[in-house]
């Protein structure tokens, strides 16, 4: 009977009324949402003018931390009545719409532009830093898809990629709320140091600029660290750093890939089968919009739009992560995942120095 109750609900939901009364019961949930998005939204911008408005040195903290202390405060003091859940659990759907239309940012033509040494040492960093963080997860014993959000968020581009990365990968929110968090930490610090270590150690204008390119994650910070040391550096940051950017599909993919093969233990008849039903598809649609910003199919406001629609679409995304995240369940990761983020950017960055630099002296960047 029971059975019998389940799939007529079921059928009745398909019918133009049933969807209506779906749809009615996500508005709730959806305002808020909206609601907690746009006052993280609201608090990185009030921030901002402030500061400039003092004359105040203070870190760009993006919407997207923001967004998720709210929810994170909301959810784990009064909790989230039962009208909103449904309406919240849709962020996952903005998680993948924001990752299609951000491949509208990232054109894979401005790789060309950087120049061949300067291409070696974007692969050569990125293929260590992912190969250390790797190492070091185990060390600390993180669970792997932990890991493998820190290792692509800190070789890659930051939170960006553990936003593509988290579905493909069907990582935790849990997991992902720590890598952003710890990223975004410690990407912070690095408009402080970075400046200094560069006039330090009389790094050249474009040496400083691929250096900040190659070693800071979010894109804000890379262009905010090499603007603070010149313009000419600020240019060549984000030339490298959208160079770094423009891997994030295929970087994903090789992840989706990794971990489809490991989703079931029984054998696979038909692997190739098997790995386009568990492989997500939204990054094929992230290369797809990639691949089409960079043939100009887009005017430039088409482009702003849909790069608009995107951080709309993450707005939605973190603030969803945030209301659905325990505290709880985060204080059962302890302290290693942040260690595990410190001690990899620390290395990162002293690795990206030292290859910049050598290449700088002897090859004459």
């Known amino acids: ?47 901002n003018i402030y500061t400039k408005t003092h004359h105040v040195t203070f870190p760009n903290i993006e919407y997207v931390l923001w967004a998720i202390v709210i929810g994170l405060i909301i959810a784990n003091t009064v909790g989230i009545p039962r009208i909103f859940q449904p309406g919240v659990a849709t962020y996952e759907f903005w998680l993948k719409a924001g990752i299609v239309l951000l491949g509208s940012r990232f054109l894979l033509g401005d790789v060309l532009h950087l120049g061949g040494i300067s291409l070696l040492l974007v692969a050569i960093a990125i ?3 992912l190969t250390f963080m790797h190492i070091l997860g185990r060390a600390f014993k993180l669970k792997p898809k932990l890991t493998s959000l820190l290792a692509v968020g800190s070789s890659i581009c ?11 990968i069907d990582a935790d929110d849990e997991d992902a709320s720590y890598a952003i968090a710890a990223i975004l930490a410690l ?14 150690l009389h790094l050249s204008d474009k040496a400083y600029g691929l250096w900040a390119g190659l070693a800071v ?50 054998a696979i008849g038909n692997k190739a089968v098997f790995l386009w039903r568990k492989f997500p598809k ?38 969803g992560v945030g209301l659905r995240t325990s505290l709880r369940e985060l204080g059962k990761q302890g ?26 002296q002897y090859l004459h960047l």
Do not use: C
């Open 187 to 200: 990407g912070a610090v690095s408009l402080f140091t970075f400046p200094l270590i560069g006039h330090s």
């Open 335 to 360: 302290w290693r995942p942040f260690a595990v983020g410190a001690i990899g950017e620390v290395f990162i960055a002293l690795l990206t120095l030292g290859l910049v630099y050598g290449a700088d």
């Open 1 to 47: 009977m029971a059975s019998t109750n389940t799939a007529a609900r079921s059928r009745s939901l398909q019918t133009p009324i049933g969807l209506v009364q779906r749809f009615v019961a996500l508005i709730p949930g959806l305002l808020l949402l909206g609601a907690v998005g746009y006052a993280g939204k609201f608090i990185e911008q009030f921030i």
């Open 217 to 266: 994650d979010n894109t804000a910070e890379a262009t905010a660290a090499g603007a603070l040391y010149s313009d000419a550096a600020g240019k060549v940051a984000v030339l490298a750093k959208t160079t770094r950017n423009a891997l994030i599909g295929f970087i994903v993919l090789g992840y989706a890939l990794y971990w489809s093969s490991r989703g079931e233990a029984q």
């Open 282 to 319: 939204f990054v094929l649609g992230f290369l797809s919009i990639s691949l089409l910003a960079t043939l100009a199919f887009f005017t430039k406001p088409q482009l702003t739009s849909l790069a608009n629609l995107s951080r709309w679409a993450f707005l939605l995304t973190f603030a």
């Open 158 to 168: 930051g939170v960006s990629a553990i936003i593509a990365a988290k579905p493909a």
């Open 127 to 129: 293929t260590l830093s």
